[in-house]
């Protein structure tokens, strides 16, 4: 059983909005904190945005502050990304993450679970 399965990416104009979806079993959900990382070609994995298990505590990188929302429904084993104002820079495979931890964290050796990715491609 996939533990994280994103939905959403796209191809969307400078400007437009997406959302994202990562779904979750129970286990890899149960608890934790989750989060957004993102790699585009030839650049490491990068840190988007994480959130807490009780969804009361939320990280941005600065670059989509502001611009990006994530949020998660417990009940449905979900968490969100909403990305509006998106740029050409924006564009990279998309990774949902799960850490066994109720805290959030920033380094993407620090989550146990992690999707198999969304693209996002924003043309100028």
């Known amino acids: 059983q996939v533990p994280l399965v994103e939905s959403g990416g796209g191809l969307v104009q400078a400007g437009g909005s997406l959302r994202l979806s990562c779904a979750a079993s129970?286990?890899?959900?149960?608890?934790?904190?989750m989060g957004w990382f993102r790699q585009a070609p030839g650049k490491e994995r990068e840190f988007v945005a994480s959130?807490?298990?009780?969804?009361?505590?939320?990280y941005y990188i600065d670059s989509v502050q502001g611009r990006f929302t994530i949020s998660r429904d417990n009940a449905k084993n979900t968490v969100y990304l909403q990305m509006n104002s998106l740029k050409p820079e924006d564009t990279a495979v998309y990774y949902c993450?799960?850490?066994?931890?109720?805290?959030?964290?920033?380094?993407?050796?620090?989550?146990?679970?992690w999707g198999q990715g969304t693209q996002v491609t924003v043309s100028s």
């Open positions: 959130i807490n298990w009780r969804g009361t505590y939320t």
């Open positions: 993450a799960a850490r066994q931890s109720e805290f959030t964290d920033t380094s993407p050796g620090h989550y146990d679970y």
């Open positions: 129970g286990r890899t959900f149960s608890n934790g904190a």
